[in-house]
């Protein structure tokens, strides 16, 4: 499971920021971005939710418990009937490899229908 400074380090690369930039954003030296980065301190929770606004992620992303890297308002809004989408990605999750198969045959099946239905 990837440390939360790599986590950090990647998100940080992907969003083109120097550790500079990203240091100046939260308030912190240049060199804590660098010890966080490379495992030599360890992030406390606030720090870990700080950096989770800036990158608009879960900070069970950043620590490395999910791997759906999917900002915050996607991930916590109502999906539908009630359910937010990490709640159905949860539930499509736990099936079975072989169940998973059968879901993606659907949606795929249901999104090809949609799309000769509008014409597209």
Known sequence: ???FGEI???LR???GMSQQELAARLFVAP???SNYETGQRRAHAEFICKVADVFNVSTDYLLG???FNLPLAIVNDEYVD???VSSVLMQAMSLS???RHILC???SDMQRAEKGHDGK
């Open 97 to 99: 490899s072989q169940r």
């Open 8 to 10: 950090m380090a990647e």
């Open 65 to 67: 418990r999910t791997e």
């Open 13 to 15: 690369q992907d969003a």
């Open 31 to 33: 060199s804590t971005i």
């Open 82 to 84: 009630g359910k937010s």
């Open 1 to 3: 499971m990837p440390e």
């Open 105 to 107: 045959a659907i949606l």
